[in-house]
């Protein structure tokens, strides 16, 4: 089995407890940094009309909150699609917003047409894409010029001192044996940490964003930069 169906199988597994143990690792802050996304980009189209991809969907959280918080912005949404890879992620997410429309696709392939939409969002999901930048040149070709993309993710952080040892402490130590106990699943929170571990500081991501035609906006960092949000507007075509 190839890296990338080892991690789909792994999401799968823990898909019927995944929304708990996020909300218990995170101390319940992702949702914050996920409405705070939502908000800077839909800001961007108060009284017009907007059409979303969320790629890496999970159990559609991030969905959800597209969705609710358009009306307070007066947005129209012409399209709003979950895309993920895991059947076990869409089939909890189907449960929670029935109405919504899911698409069992990658982030490499997501099937959706050029240039058709205005937002892509991926929230902590780019760093379990194995070709990361053949996902970014397929965010390049569905999002539309002048469109963004948005990217939650957990990043290393070349800062050091307390804060930062902390931090790390927290990640590889505390973080998995939280997971395990709520998922019976060893295994998926140790690669947690190492997947953290392995994806890009932020300066690098940055960089790899812009070599796929997308051209920074906001870097934002949250909780001492355990999280970081990317919104990236499209300038050029591939």
């Known amino acids: 089995m190839q890296k990338q169906e080892k991690i789909v199988e792994m999401f799968n597994a823990i898909a019927p407890t995944y929304d708990k143990a996020n909300r218990a690792i995170s101390l319940g802050l992702d949702t914050s940094w996920r409405k705070t996304a939502c908000q800077v980009i839909l800001s961007k189209f108060i009284n017009r009309e907007a059409s979303i991809a969320d790629v890496a969907c999970g159990t559609g959280d991030m969905l959800g909150l597209w969705h609710d918080m358009a009306k307070g912005f007066n947005v ?133 964003l812009e070599k796929c035609g997308f051209e920074m906006e906001v870097v934002k960092g949250f909780s001492f930069d355990v999280s970081t949000m990317f919104i990236a507007k499209k300038v050029r075509n591939l």
Do not use: C, H, W
């Not at 990361?132 to 952080?157: D, I, P």
């Open 76 to 208: 129209k949404l012409n399209r709003l699609v979950g895309i993920d890879p895991s059947s076990g992620m869409l089939n909890e997410a189907k449960k929670k917003f029935a109405n919504l429309e899911f698409i069992e696709a990658s982030a490499e392939n997501t099937t959706l047409e050029n240039e058709s939409v205005d937002v892509l969002s991926i929230s902590y999901g780019i760093r379990n894409v194995v070709e990361r930048v053949k996902a970014l040149e397929e965010f390049n070709r569905v999002v539309k010029m002048g469109g963004y993309v948005v990217v939650l993710e957990f990043t290393k952080t070349p800062k050091k001192g307390i804060v930062t040892y902390f931090r790390d402490l927290y990640v590889s130590k505390v973080l998995p044996k939280i997971g395990e106990m709520i998922s019976k699943n060893k295994e998926a929170y140790e690669y947690l940490p190492s997947s953290i571990g392995n994806f890009l500081d932020t300066q690098s991501f940055i960089k790899e």
